[in-house]
C-alpha cells in the first residue's frame, strides 16, 4: 500500500507530468462521461422498483432517465474527443439497459456491476477500464437519474470543470439553491481557484450532509454554500491515486476486478470474486470529503450550476420539476383536478380525479397506487421496506416485465391460472425451456410465431393457436419483421417464473 507521501508525489507529478502538457498544447482532451446507473430509486415507488428503477422509466418527458442523461453526456464534443460512454449498472438491469439503448438510437459501453458497492467501487470499476482503454482521459461522472433543464448551462459548466480536471484537479458542479432545503447535501465554498488562465471555480471547505431545516437557512444566507450534485469531473489516474490512498480496499478490489474481467460485446463484466471482497462507500465519503480537509491532495473545487437542475430524489421532487397548472397541480397521463392545490397526479392507465385535496401525490400504476403527503414523501422508501419484508412483488417488479425478447404481462390470475399478453420484438425469441409444473396455451394476436414444440418446429399466423404441454422443450420466435403480440394461458400446480429450466439462449441466461 503507498504511503502517504507516496501518493502525494504520484499526485504532484500527476499535475506537471509531460502526459498533461502534451495535452494542454494540442488543446484537445479525450473525455468519457461515466453514467452511474445502479441506484433502486426507492422513493419513486411504485414507478420504481428493484428490478425496474426509475432512472430506466419515463418520470418527466417520453424518455427515460437515463436515455436523457446519455443524449446530454453524449454532445460534449467542443474542441474534444468524446469517447463512447459507460453505463455502470447491476447485472440484473443488462438486458432492459441494453434495449433501452437500442430504442433510443443511443451508443453506449455497459459496465456491470457483480453487486452493488455504492459509487466509489462503480466510479473506480470505470476509472480503472478507462485508463486500460483510452489512457489518462477526463471522466465526466453523472448519474443517471437527473434532470435538468437547460442542458446548455449544463455544458458550460461542465466545460469549466473539464479545464480544471485537465490540469489534475478534481472537479464538481454545485447546484446554485433555489431554497433553504434539508434534504440535500451542502458544499461549502472557500476562495477562488485560477490556474493556468482557468478560473470559475471554488474551492471546496467542506461537506455537510442534510443539514437541520435552520441549519440549512443559514447556509442559504452566508451565500457560500451549494448543493451536491454528485457529478464529478475528474482525471481517471487522478481518481485511481486517489482513492488508493485513502480507501485502498476499494481500489485493489476494483483494480483485481478489472484485470480479470472479461469482455462480451459492448459489455464488460468484472470478474465477481474481486469485486465481493470490494466494501461499499460512496465517493463523497470515500474520497471527496478528505480531499477537502487535506491541502497536499489535488485541488478539489466546485464549479456552480444554475442549470434548472433536478436529482428526482422524491415525488415532491418531481412535481417541482413540471410545469402546473394555475393551483399549481401537475400531473402525467389522465388525470383531473377538481378544487385540489399543490398535488401531482400520475396514471399509468386508469382516471386519476384529484377532488378538494391538498400537497397531495397519487401515483396510480396496474398493480399498485400511492397516496401521499407530500410534506411526508420521503417515507415512501419505509413503506416499500414493508412491502419487500412481506416478500411481495410489488416491491421488485411490475405487472408488465420487461425482458431482452419484448416483454410480458399478467393481465389476470387465480387459483391453478395464468393469463399473460405477451410482446416479442422483430426477430427476436425467448429461450429454449421446459417447465415441470405448468402447461400453457398460446393464442398468436398479431405477426407470425417460429414455434419449437419438442421435435417438432412450425409456424402459426393470427388467430392460430397450440398447446405446450408439462415437461416439453419449446420456444417461442419471431421471425418477422412486426412485433408478436400474442396470449398466453398458464395452467398447473404452480406458476412461479422460476419454473423455468432454459437449455438454450440468445441472451446468456442457460
Known amino acids: 500500500m503507498n504511503t502517504k507521501n507516496d501518493v502525494t508525489s504520484d499526485l504532484a507529478r500527476l499535475f506537471s507530468g509531460a502526459h498533461v502538457q502534451e495535452s494542454l498544447d494540442r488543446g484537445v482532451t479525450t473525455v468519457v462521461p461515466v453514467v452511474l446507473a445502479g441506484g433502486a430509486g426507492t422513493r419513486l415507488w411504485p414507478i420504481s422498483r428493484e428490478h425496474h428503477p426509475k432512472q430506466l422509466a419515463s418520470v418527466i418527458g417520453d424518455e427515460t432517465l437515463l436515455a436523457a442523461t ?3 453526456a453524449s454532445a460534449i464534443a467542443a474542441k474534444r474527443t ?4 459507460l453505463v455502470v449498472c447491476g447485472e440484473e438491469h443488462r438486458h432492459v439497459t441494453t434495449r433501452q439503448l437500442t430504442l433510443s438510437g443511443l451508443q453506449a459501453s455497459i459496465v456491470l456491476e457483480p453487486a452493488r458497492r455504492d459509487t466509489a467501487p462503480a466510479l473506480s470499476i470505470a476509472a480503472e477500464l478507462v485508463r486500460v482503454e483510452h489512457g489518462d482521459a477526463v471522466l465526466v461522472v453523472m448519474p443517471a437519474d437527473h434532470t435538468i433543464d437547460n442542458v446548455e448551462s449544463f455544458h458550460r459548466a461542465l466545460d469549466l470543470a473539464i479545464a480544471y480536471a485537465q490540469l489534475g484537479c478534481v472537479a464538481t458542479l454545485g447546484i446554485v439553491p433555489s431554497r433553504a432545503d434539508p434534504g440535500f447535501g451542502y458544499l461549502r465554498l472557500g476562495e477562488s481557484v485560477r490556474a493556468e488562465g482557468v478560473e470559475g471555480g471554488m474551492r471546496l471547505d467542506g461537506f455537510v450532509e442534510k443539514p437541520a431545516p435552520e441549519i440549512a437557512s443559514q447556509y442559504i444566507e452566508a451565500g457560500n454554500y451549494l448543493w451536491n450534485s454528485g457529478i464529478y469531473v475528474v482525471r481517471a489516474s487522478v481518481w485511481l491515486a486517489a482513492i488508493a490512498q485513502f480507501a485502498p480496499d476499494i ?32 465517493i463523497d465519503y470515500a474520497v471527496m470529503e478528505k480531499l477537502a480537509d487535506w491541502p497536499e491532495a489535488p485541488v478539489a473545487l466546485a464549479v456552480p450550476l444554475d442549470a434548472g437542475w433536478s436529482d428526482l430524489g422524491s415525488w415532491s421532487a418531481v412535481w417541482e420539476a413540471l410545469d402546473k397548472d394555475t393551483d399549481g397541480n401537475a400531473g402525467r397521463g389522465r388525470v383531473m383536478f377538481e378544487g385540489a392545490t399543490g398535488c401531482y397526479a400520475h396514471s399509468e392507465g386508469r382516471l386519476v380525479a384529484c377532488v378538494g385535496v391538498t400537497n ?41 416485465v420487461r425482458r431482452p425478447w419484448g416483454w410480458y404481462d399478467s393481465i389476470d390470475r387465480g387459483e391453478r391460472f395464468q393469463v399473460k399478453r405477451i410482446l416479442v420484438d422483430p426477430g427476436a425469441s425467448l429461450s429454449l425451456q421446459m417447465h415441470h409444473h405448468r402447461a400453457e396455451h398460446w393464442t398468436v ?25 408439462v415437461g416439453v422443450t419449446h420456444r417461442l420466435e419471431n421471425p418477422g419483421r412486426l412485433p408478436l403480440e400474442m396470449i398466453e394461458v398458464q395452467s398447473g400446480s404452480y406458476l412461479g417464473e422460476d419454473d423455468i429450466v432454459r437449455f438454450d439462449d440468445t441472451y446468456g441466461r442457460v
Do not use: W
Open 445 to 469: 394476436v398479431r405477426g407470425t410465431a417460429m414455434v419449437t414444440r419438442g421435435d417438432e418446429r412450425f409456424l402459426l399466423s393470427e388467430n392460430e393457436s397450440t398447446y405446450i404441454p
Open 82 to 85: 468524446v469517447a463512447t460512454p
Open 70 to 72: 446519455l443524449r446530454r
Open 251 to 282: 481500489h485493489s478490489a476494483c483494480e483485481r476486478s478489472v484485470t480479470a474481467g472479461t469482455r462480451e460485446g459492448t459489455c464488460f463484466r468484472p470478474a465477481r470474486d474481486a469485486f465481493d471482497a470490494c466494501p461499499s462507500d460512496s
Open 360 to 400: 397531495v401525490a397519487v401515483v396510480e400504476t396496474a398493480d399498485a397506487v400511492l397516496v401521499v403527503d407530500r410534506a411526508h414523501v420521503q417515507a415512501v422508501k419505509s413503506v416499500v421496506g414493508r412491502i419487500a419484508s412481506s416478500r411481495a412483488p410489488e416491491a421488485t417488479s411490475h405487472r408488465l
